[in-house]
Each structure stands twice: as C-alpha cells, then as structure tokens.
Nanobody, 114 residues
Framework: QVQLVESGGGLVQAGGSLRLSCAAS????????WGWYRQAPGKQRELVAA???????NYADSVKGRFTISRDNAKRAVYLQMNSLKPEDTAVYYC????????WGQGTQVTVSS
C-alpha cells in the first residue's frame, strides 16, 4: 500500500525556520526524483523543490537560497529545510515524485506570521 506522510509543519514568525519530513512506504523509493510541493489557499499546487536519486537539486525561484531539499534512501524519507520564512510561504506542503506519481498524502500546514 502506497503511503506518503508529511510532518513538521507549524506556525512560525517571519524569518523563522522549519524542517519538514516525508515518509514514503509501499514505494520503490530510491530511483525516483522526489519533490516538495505546496498549495496556498485559492492557488494551484506548485513544485518548489526537487532532488534526483543522485542528489542533484532544483528549486523554484521563490524559495531558492532559503529552502534545502534532501533525502535518505535508506529511510525512504525526503526532507525540506526552510529558512528565512516569509508570509507568502504559508501553504500546505506535500511530497511526491517530480511527476506526482503517487496518491497525495494529507500534507502538513505551514503558517508564517508577519
């Protein structure tokens, strides 16, 4: 059974940091390109960071220099370190492959207050 479980969100002041975690089960994890997505109220879900099986990363311009994606293939986990958070980062954050191959998890809410 495929399952993606995101955690680590919360309420933080602007300029603060959070570290999100995603645990994947029922998936052949290591060969996929994994990504973190976010969806703000009234907006479409967008891909903000991605990491290949070899560790190469790519970021949306809006988070470049502030967010860092990483992965642990042994633990089947993907992480997103978010620094210098801004109110516009407020959204529900999800993980999935870069082609969003699997059913979406419940996501984790990130709220940044000004």
């Amino acid at each position: 059974q495929v399952q993606l479980v995101e955690s680590g969100g919360g309420l933080v002041q602007a300029g603060g940091s959070l570290r999100l975690s995603c645990a994947a089960s029922g998936i052949i994890f290591r060969f996929n390109v994994w990504g973190w997505y976010r969806q703000a109220p009234g907006k479409q879900r967008e891909l903000v960071a991605a990491i290949t099986s070899g560790g190469s990363t790519n970021y949306a311009d809006s988070v470049k220099g502030r967010f860092t994606i990483s992965r642990d293939n042994a633990k089947r986990a993907v992480y997103l370190q978010m620094n210098s958070l801004k109110p516009e980062d407020t959204a529900v954050y999800y993980c999935n492959t870069a082609s969003s191959s699997y059913p979406w998890g419940q996501g984790t809410q990130v709220t940044v207050s000004s």
